[in-house]
C-alpha cells in the first residue's frame, strides 16, 4: 500500500513539474518566436476589476423607391431616425488560469439609451444590476457563454408589450446592439488561426462579427483583421489592429437569438420584411497592450444599405435602408 501512495505522489509530482515547464514555455513564448512576430494573449490580474464603456449609435434612413407607368424611379425619403446605448461594464476575475481557462463575473453597471422618435423605456434598461459569469482561454476565446445566453432570454421577453389583446407585440429595443459588444469580446485575437505561432506586422485573419440594427433580422458582416503596426508607450507594448468589413451570406449557428415564437413589431419596422443586404462597407481600429494583454479600446463604423418588402405590398414600391452604424469600446480609469 505504501509503494501505491509513494507511485501516486510521484506521478503527481511529475504532472507539476511538466505543467510548470510548460507555463515557462508559454510565457517565453515572445523570445522564442519568429523575429518580428507577437504573441497575442487575454490576461488577468487578480482583484483587479476593469470598467469598460460600450456604445452603439446608427442613424436610419427609410426611402420608399417608386417606379410608376416605365418611368424613370423616383427617391422619396420617408423617414430619418436614430438611436444610441451606453452601457458601462465591469469584468472581475473570479478565479485565474493563464494556461486554461479563467472565469470572470460582468456586471452591467450602467444602461442608458436615447431614441430620436421615442422616450419609452427600451428592455436593454432591465440589464442594469445584472451579472453573469464566463469562462475565457489566453486566446481570447470565450468557452461557455450559458450565463449570457439566459440572460439575453430574459431580457428579450421584457421587449414585448403585456397589455395587449392583439397578440405578441415587440417594441424597438437595442439587445442586438448589447450582443454586438459582447457576445464578440476579444475577436480580433480569437480568431487567429495559429496564435502560438504569434503575430507580424502587416498579417491578415478572417472572421465574423453580427449586424446590430433597428430591425429583427440575423445578418453577419465579413471581417478581415490586419496587425497594422506594434508601438511603443508609456503604458506598454501596443498592437493597433485594424479591420475592414464587408458583406456576407452565412451566420453562425451559435450566435445567441434574444426572442422566439412569432410576433409583430411595433413602429416603422412593423411594415417591412424580407430585409436583404446590397452592400456594407466599413472599418475600424482596435488598440490591444500586448504586454499587460487586454484591449484598450475600439471604434467600429460601417455603412449598409439594405432591401426591403412591404408588409402590404404596393406595385412599384421599392423601400431601400441606409444605416450608418458605430460602436466603439473604451477601457475606463479605475
Given at each position: 500500500?505504501?509503494?501505491?501512495?509513494?507511485?501516486?505522489?510521484?506521478?503527481?509530482?511529475?504532472?507539476?513539474?511538466?505543467?510548470?515547464?510548460?507555463?515557462?514555455?508559454?510565457?517565453?513564448?515572445?523570445?522564442?518566436?519568429?523575429?518580428?512576430?507577437?504573441?497575442?494573449?487575454?490576461?488577468?490580474k487578480e482583484n483587479q476589476t476593469l470598467r469598460y464603456k460600450f456604445v452603439s449609435s446608427r442613424d436610419i434612413v427609410i426611402?420608399l423607391n417608386a417606379t410608376e407607368n416605365n418611368s424613370r424611379p423616383s427617391k422619396r425619403t420617408f423617414d430619418k431616425s436614430?438611436?444610441?446605448?451606453?452601457?458601462?461594464?465591469?469584468?472581475?476575475?473570479?478565479?485565474?488560469?493563464?494556461?486554461?481557462?479563467?472565469?470572470?463575473?460582468?456586471?452591467?453597471?450602467?444602461?442608458?439609451?436615447?431614441?430620436?422618435?421615442?422616450?419609452?423605456?427600451?428592455?436593454?434598461?432591465?440589464?442594469?444590476?445584472?451579472?453573469?459569469?464566463?469562462?475565457?482561454?489566453?486566446?481570447?476565446?470565450?468557452?461557455?457563454?450559458?450565463?449570457?445566453?439566459?440572460?439575453?432570454?430574459?431580457?428579450?421577453?421584457?421587449?414585448?408589450?403585456?397589455?395587449?389583446?392583439?397578440?405578441?407585440?415587440?417594441?424597438?429595443?437595442?439587445?442586438?446592439?448589447?450582443?454586438?459588444?459582447?457576445?464578440?469580446?476579444?475577436?480580433?485575437?480569437?480568431?487567429?488561426?495559429?496564435?502560438?505561432?504569434?503575430?507580424?506586422?502587416?498579417?491578415?485573419?478572417?472572421?465574423?462579427?453580427?449586424?446590430?440594427?433597428?430591425?429583427?433580422?440575423?445578418?453577419?458582416?465579413?471581417?478581415?483583421?490586419?496587425?497594422?503596426?506594434?508601438?511603443?508607450?508609456?503604458?506598454?507594448?501596443?498592437?493597433?489592429?485594424?479591420?475592414?468589413?464587408?458583406?456576407?451570406?452565412?451566420v453562425p449557428n451559435s450566435w445567441p437569438i434574444p426572442y422566439s415564437g412569432r410576433f409583430q413589431m411595433s413602429g416603422p419596422?412593423?411594415?417591412?420584411?424580407?430585409?436583404?443586404?446590397?452592400?456594407?462597407?466599413?472599418?475600424?481600429?482596435?488598440?490591444?497592450?500586448?504586454?499587460?494583454?487586454?484591449?484598450?479600446?475600439?471604434?467600429?463604423?460601417?455603412?449598409?444599405?439594405?432591401?426591403?418588402?412591404?408588409?402590404?405590398?404596393?406595385?412599384?414600391?421599392?423601400?431601400?435602408?441606409?444605416?450608418?452604424?458605430?460602436?466603439?469600446?473604451?477601457?475606463?480609469?479605475?
Open positions: 500500500m505504501k509503494g501505491i501512495k509513494l507511485k501516486v505522489k510521484l506521478t503527481i509530482l511529475a504532472l507539476v513539474v511538466l505543467v510548470a515547464i510548460a507555463g515557462c514555455q508559454l510565457n517565453s513564448g515572445a523570445t522564442k518566436l519568429r523575429k518580428g512576430r507577437e504573441l497575442l494573449t487575454v490576461d488577468f426611402e436614430s438611436e444610441s446605448m451606453e452601457v458601462v461594464i465591469a469584468y472581475k476575475p473570479i478565479e485565474i488560469n493563464p494556461y486554461g481557462l479563467s472565469t470572470i463575473r460582468a456586471t452591467c453597471e450602467s444602461v442608458r439609451v436615447r431614441r430620436s422618435t421615442s422616450s419609452r423605456r427600451d428592455a436593454v434598461d432591465n440589464l442594469t444590476g445584472k451579472s453573469y459569469t464566463f469562462t475565457v482561454g489566453p486566446t481570447g476565446r470565450i468557452e461557455d457563454y450559458s450565463q449570457l445566453n439566459e440572460l439575453l432570454k430574459k431580457i428579450g421577453e421584457k421587449a414585448f408589450r403585456t397589455d395587449t389583446n392583439t397578440g405578441r407585440i415587440k417594441e424597438p429595443d437595442m439587445i442586438c446592439d448589447f450582443i454586438a459588444s459582447q457576445w464578440f469580446l476579444w475577436d480580433s485575437i480569437s480568431s487567429i488561426k495559429e496564435p502560438s505561432k504569434g503575430v507580424a506586422a502587416g498579417q491578415s485573419w478572417k472572421s465574423k462579427l453580427s449586424v446590430p440594427g433597428p430591425m429583427v433580422m440575423r445578418k453577419a458582416r465579413s471581417v478581415t483583421y490586419s496587425l497594422d503596426e506594434i508601438r511603443e508607450s508609456e503604458n506598454g507594448k501596443l498592437a493597433v489592429i485594424s479591420s475592414s468589413y464587408d458583406t456576407t451570406e452565412s419596422f412593423g411594415f417591412y420584411r424580407n430585409y436583404q443586404i446590397l452592400s456594407l462597407q466599413g472599418d475600424s481600429e482596435e488598440i490591444f497592450n500586448i504586454d499587460v494583454g487586454r484591449t484598450e479600446k475600439y471604434s467600429q463604423q460601417y455603412k449598409m444599405l439594405m432591401s426591403a418588402s412591404l408588409l402590404m405590398p404596393l406595385p412599384g414600391v421599392n423601400p431601400k435602408i441606409t444605416i450608418e452604424q458605430k460602436l466603439t469600446m473604451e477601457l475606463l480609469e479605475k
